[in-house]
C-alpha cells in the first residue's frame, strides 16, 4: 500500500513519559473552532498547521493536545462542507490503524499471562488458515503477525480504500459503491490473502500487511473463546474509562455524534464517505475513537498501564520499516524522530474518510490531528505529516 492508502500506518509517534495523565482534562472553549486550558494557550504554529493542511484542499482539520496541564483542541476549515460546521469538540472518528495498537496490546497481554508465545508458529493457534499460494503458518510466528515481518500478502489491492469480491478477484479491487453495503468476515479476508504467494521470506523484513492483524484478532478469538472486540473492551477500553472508542457492531455503518462528515475522493469529486460498512477492516483498522480518548490510549499503553515491564520493552523493540525510512516499526507501535529532535512512538490511522495522525512525545505531551478526508496523493499526505511534525514539535 502507499502512504496515502488506508488502514496504513501513518508517520507516528509517541514515546511516553509522565504519570497521572488519565485524569486531566478540563477543557474551556475558546471561541468557535477552539478550546484550551487558561495554563495552555494556542500556540499560533499550531493554529498554522492546521490552517496548511485546509490551504491544500482538505475540508477541516482538528488537533487534540493532551498535557499534564490540560486538554486542548485546535480547529480548522470545517467538518460539514454542506453547513459549513467546524469539526466539534470531542469528535467521533474513524481511527483505521490505530485499531492496531489496540490488538497489540491484547496479544501481548496474552503474552503475559502465559496464554501465547511471542516465537510460537501461527500454525499452534490457527490450524491449517495460514496455507495456500505458498504461504505457511508453520514457518511464520506470532512476533512476525505483529512486526509486519511475516511475508504474508495483503487482502486490500494496494490498499484501495474500496472493494469487490468477484469470483476469480484475489485482492480486493476498487469499486467504491460495494464498500458502503458489502460485509466481510475475517476468515474471507484472509482467504482472499491466500490465494497469493508471500511477499518475501518470514522474518526477512518489514512489510506493512493488514492480513496479519486480522489474523492476530483470530488468534484472540480462538486463545479467548471470546470476539476480539470483547476482549478490547474488556481489557482496555473499560478499566482506561475510553468512554469514547468502540468497535463497531457488525452492521453499525455510522458514527456515534457528535461527529464531523468523512469524505473520499472517488474520481476527481469529493464524495460523503462517512456512512459504510468498516467490516474490511476488522481488526486491522475498523475502531472509533475520539482524538481526547486515542490520547489517553497511548499515554497508558507506553506509561505501563497495560503491559508489564517485559512485554512493553517487546512492543517497543523496533526493526526497519518499509513505510518510513526513517522510522522504525515494533509489535504494532511506530516510533520516529521529529523535525525537532523529539522521539515519538505510537501508530495512526488512514481509512475512507478520515487520518489521524497520533502519538506522545518523551515529555508526557499526547498529540492526536484528524482529517476528515483521506488523502489521496503523497503530496497531501506529506503535508499533513508537515503539520503533525509542527505541532508536536510546537507542544
Request: net charge positive; no cysteine.
Given at each position: 500500500m502507499q502512504l496515502n492508502t488506508i488502514l496504513s500506518s501513518k508517520p507516528l509517534r509517541a514515546f511516553a513519559a509522565g504519570t497521572g495523565l488519565l485524569a486531566l482534562l478540563a477543557v474551556t472553549a475558546c471561541g468557535p473552532g477552539q478550546s484550551a486550558t487558561a495554563a495552555q494557550p494556542d500556540r499560533p504554529e499550531i493554529r498554522q498547521a492546521?490552517?496548511?493542511?485546509v490551504q491544500a484542499g482538505f475540508p477541516g482539520a482538528q488537533a487534540v493536545i493532551t498535557t499534564a496541564d490540560g486538554e486542548r483542541t485546535v480547529t480548522a476549515g470545517v467538518g460539514d462542507i454542506d453547513t459549513g460546521a467546524p469539526i466539534p469538540d470531542r469528535a467521533y472518528v474513524r481511527i483505521g490503524s490505530n485499531t492496531k495498537?489496540?490488538?497489540a496490546s491484547v496479544v501481548l497481554q496474552l503474552v503475559a499471562e502465559g496464554k501465547v508465545e511471542l516465537d510460537a508458529p501461527v500454525e499452534r493457534y490457527l490450524p491449517g488458515v495460514v496455507q495456500g499460494s505458498g504461504n505457511d503458518g508453520h514457518r511464520i510466528t506470532v512476533r512476525q503477525l505483529l512486526q509486519h515481518t511475516s511475508g504474508l500478502p495483503d487482502y486490500l489491492a494496494g490498499g484501495d480504500p474500496s472493494l469487490r469480491a468477484e469470483a476469480g478477484t484475489q485482492q480486493i479491487e476498487p469499486n467504491p459503491e460495494v464498500i458502503r453495503l458489502r460485509h466481510y468476515s475475517p476468515t474471507e479476508l484472509?482467504?482472499?490473502a491466500m490465494t497469493m504467494p508471500p511477499r518475501h521470506e518470514p522474518g526477512a523484513r518489514s512489510v506493512y500487511t493488514n492480513t496479519n492483524y486480522i489474523l492476530l484478532g483470530m488468534l484472540i478469538e480462538q486463545v479467548t473463546a471470546r470476539p476480539a472486540a470483547t476482549e478490547i473492551a474488556t481489557r482496555i477500553i473499560e478499566p482506561l474509562g475510553l468512554r469514547d472508542t468502540y468497535f463497531p457492531a457488525?452492521?453499525?455503518?455510522?458514527?456515534?455524534t457528535p461527529h464531523p462528515r468523512g469524505y473520499q475522493d472517488i474520481d476527481g469529486a469529493r464524495v460523503d464517505f462517512t456512512e459504510f460498512d468498516p467490516s474490511w477492516g476488522d481488526t486491522a483498522g475498523a475502531m472509533i475513537a475520539t482524538g481526547s480518548d486515542l490520547n489517553r490510549f497511548f499515554i497508558a499503553l507506553l506509561d505501563g498501564e497495560l503491559l508489564p515491564p517485559a512485554q512493553l520493552e517487546?512492543?517497543?523493540r523496533t526493526v526497519p520499516f518499509d513505510r518510513m525510512p526513517s522510522a522504525g516499526y515494533?509489535?504494532?507501535l511506530v516510533e520516529q524522530t521529529t523535525s525537532c529532535g523529539k522521539k515519538a512512538v505510537a501508530h495512526g490511522g488512514s481509512i475512507p474518510g478520515f487520518d489521524t495522525r497520533t502519538g506522545v512525545t518523551a515529555d508526557g505531551v499526547a498529540i492526536t490531528i484528524t482529517v476528515n478526508e483521506l488523502p489521496n496523493n503523497e503530496a497531501k499526505a506529506a503535508v499533513v505529516e508537515k503539520a503533525f511534525d509542527t505541532v508536536v514539535c510546537a507542544s
Open positions: 492546521l490552517e496548511s493542511i495498537s489496540f490488538v484472509v482467504r482472499i457488525s452492521g453499525d455503518i455510522g458514527l456515534r517487546q512492543m517497543r515494533g509489535l504494532g
